[in-house]
């Protein structure tokens, strides 16, 4: 396997350095790929919350959005929550705050009157638009606090009573941009419009390009270029950063500063303005995976889904996509269709089950059936780095389409614990579906899932369900739950959800749909995707000590990781302590851009450190050279060590490193860090 490797590569960079600092460099302090900055790291029960967009405003063809809010809580204490909102249009930038009881959950259904009621100075009309830095502090843990944002506009007046719109959620400090992005599965047509927005999350001004790729081998590449102050956003109309944009796919990147930010697309439906919020990929989310898990795709007599296929890498991938469903006729319920998709191409396949209808693919019947399962992505040889695989299902409404879009997931990053899902509601104007699949990736065994629903005014424990064949998933397994408050929680009209696996090795995944309708067939039925919420932060430290073997001093050391299991983006602080090769440590010195997609290797040069060279083998262990170091008395260094066992996972970490002298000779260091 690969991906030891990577996630090794990422312990040893920070660790070796101060080994072999322990006799001549002292302390260092790098940065990871893409994340990580010290404004947004908080004491262990606080986190901070960056919401992109809330407003309240007019848009095209009539239109008028505005934003709903969800807050949650699940720990066990009271937070205080103090939001900054910036003001992208409409003026009323500024501070507030409110507390949230232990295990509350709190509906807003207008987030931009509720910030006026905290103390933000927002005006009282007018078009309002603007970015929500949302910090709880007081949590019993830093995961324990949610924000999720439902933006939605009434139906055009020829359509049934209701709303169409979108969800999305507060994005943690871990998974915000600082490296590339892409945003995939755009286009621009007589059916659809896209808006591309960017966000800046940080302290201080940063500049975002944004390149429009034709994906459909047109010549229409274009692109534009902005400086966002602190908490700004900027939106964009595909056309306005190519004029003949059509389908295609941006590239996102982060020109000057240091801070972060973030970046999404709307594709908006051009008669019913009905939203689907694409979320950015990060090069590194695919990094040495081996397959994309798409949560579902359907067939019904009024739903269907259509599929997108991306690829920015510039190598062309043919991919196999394993379609799995229960009404597929197959022995093991599997049809397979191969793609080929080339370097910068993206393909929209519409209607993707009578797609495979048209080309004879087995175990696709005649229509009528009800067609519901997931999609399973490989590419030959291995790697789908470089690819997107993403789907929008939608149905017919309004004189257009209502409908919701959703990415895969990468293989290796399914739950194995639990997720969380928040904002589920059941009342006269919303219901809830709930949906889980099992990616199959350990074995062909099924797994048994638990799902407790707390009720959002109080926290409290109102329904458990498991031990039932709703519960238990054959490998690559689907099955959704529909109106579940109704069916397990009857008379609670918001809550929020914990799954578990309590048996099986396979990952799932889980998602919620929160329908405009109290029932199936009532106002426009359009559905708003929530995905789950799961810990993918790392925050892990290692404390131990270091020892000069030739000359006999010693002193501590310690490293601390933190960063993003899912984007595989990391930074990570180390210190040295004590008599440093005859003197005091140096100053803290930055490293940015060391964990690359070529995996256990990288190269750095160093002003204190000279050139920089490691290698990291799967098994966890590791070499490193540091020549033309700019001492008077030190010329060069080597190091080896192990991580014990390799990856995220490990517990100890030892090196010994051999310092060699201008004046000739050398001196021998083992440096040995323990996981508290």
């Not at 889904?305 to 799995?324: P, R």
């Amino acid at each position: 396997m690969t991906r030891p490797r990577q996630r090794a590569s990422l312990l040893v960079v920070a660790l070796v350095l101060p080994a072999l600092g322990c006799t001549m460099f002292g302390g260092l302090r790098f940065e990871g790929e893409t994340k990580a900055t010290a404004s947004l790291e908080l004491a262990p029960a606080s986190s901070m919350l960056f919401v992109p967009v809330i407003l309240s405003s007019s848009g095209l063809q009539g239109a008028f959005f505005t934003s709903e809010m969800v807050l949650t809580n699940r720990g066990t204490t009271q937070a205080s929550i103090t939001y900054t909102y910036v003001a992208a249009s409409g003026g009323g930038s500024g501070t507030g705050m409110d507390t949230l009881a232990a295990g509350e959950q709190r509906l807003i259904p207008d987030a931009i009157s509720y910030l006026r009621t905290r103390g933000v100075p927002l005006p009282d009309s007018g078009n309002r638009v603007g970015t929500l830095r949302a910090a709880f502090t007081g949590l019993s843990s830093a995961s324990a606090g949610a924000v999720t944002v439902r933006t939605t506009t009434l139906v055009p007046p020829a359509a049934p009573t209701g709303r169409a719109g979108l969800a999305y959620a507060g994005v943690s400090g871990s998974q915000l941009l600082t490296g590339t992005a892409y945003l995939c599965g755009l286009r621009e047509n007589a059916s659809d419009r896209t808006n591309v927005a960017i966000q800046n999350a940080g302290d201080a001004d940063v500049r975002i390009r944004l390149t429009f790729l034709a994906g459909d081998g047109s010549s229409a590449t274009g692109s534009v270029e902005d400086t966002l102050s602190p908490g700004g956003f900027k939106q964009y109309r595909i056309t306005d950063i190519s004029a003949g944009a059509a389908n295609g796919f941006i590239r996102a990147e982060r020109t000057s500063g240091s801070g972060p930010w973030y970046a999404y697309a709307v594709i908006n439906d051009n008669v019913t303005s009905d939203g689907s919020f694409v979320t950015p990929l990060v090069e590194s989310a695919l990094l040495n995976r081996t397959g994309l898990t798409l949560p579902v795709v359907v067939e019904t007599s009024s739903f269907s889904t259509e599929v997108v296929l991306t690829n920015f890498s510039n190598v062309s991938k043919q991919v196999t996509l394993a379609y799995v469903a229960d009404t597929v006729s197959t022995a093991d319920k599997t049809a397979s269709y191969t793609v080929a998709v080339a370097p910068g191409q993206q393909k929209i396949l519409p209607a993707y089950v009578q797609l495979l209808r048209d080309n004879g693919v087995p175990g696709i019947g005649a229509a009528g059936p009800t067609y519901t399962g997931s999609l399973f992505a490989t590419v030959a040889g291995g790697d789908v780095g470089g690819l997107f695989l993403g789907a929008r299902t939608s149905n017919p409404g309004g004189g257009g389409r209502y409908g919701l879009f959703y990415a895969s997931r990468p293989f290796g990053t399914a739950v194995t614990t639990e997720a969380w899902l928040y904002g589920l509601q059941q009342n006269a104007e919303n219901r809830t579906n709930l949906a889980l699949i099992s990616t199959g990736e350990v074995d062909s065994n099924p797994i048994t899932l638990r799902i407790e629903i707390f009720d959002g005014a109080n926290g409290n424990r109102v329904a458990t369900v498991e031990g039932d064949p709703t519960t238990t998933l054959a490998r690559r397994g689907f099955k959704q739950i529909g109106t579940i408050l109704n069916q397990y929680a009857a008379g609670v009209p918001q809550a929020y959800a914990r799954v578990t696996r309590t048996s099986g090795q396979n990952g799932f995944i889980v998602y919620a749909v929160v329908n405009d309708g109290g029932n199936p067939g009532e106002r426009s039925g359009d559905g708003a995707f929530v995905g789950l919420d799961t810990q993918t932060s790392v925050n892990a430290t290692f404390a131990g000590t270091w020892r000069n073997t030739t000359f006999g001093s010693a002193g501590n050391a310690s490293l601390t990781i933190t960063g993003d299991s899912y984007n595989q983006t990391f930074s990570g602080t180390s210190t040295v302590d004590g008599n440093v090769f005859g003197g005091t440590p140096p100053p803290p010195e930055m490293y940015a851009n060391i964990l690359t997609p070529a995996g256990g290797t990288f190269t750095t040069h160093s002003n204190f450190y000279g050139d920089v060279t490691m290698t990291v083998l799967p098994n966890g262990t590791f070499t490193m050279t540091a020549e033309n170091i700019p001492s008077a008395s030190v010329s060069r260094a080597t190091c080896t060590g192990t991580i014990t066992p390799p990856g995220l996972n490990a517990q100890t970490i030892a090196a010994t490193a051999t310092i060699f002298f201008r004046a000739g000779g050398s001196a021998n260091t083992v440096t040995t860090l323990n996981r508290r």
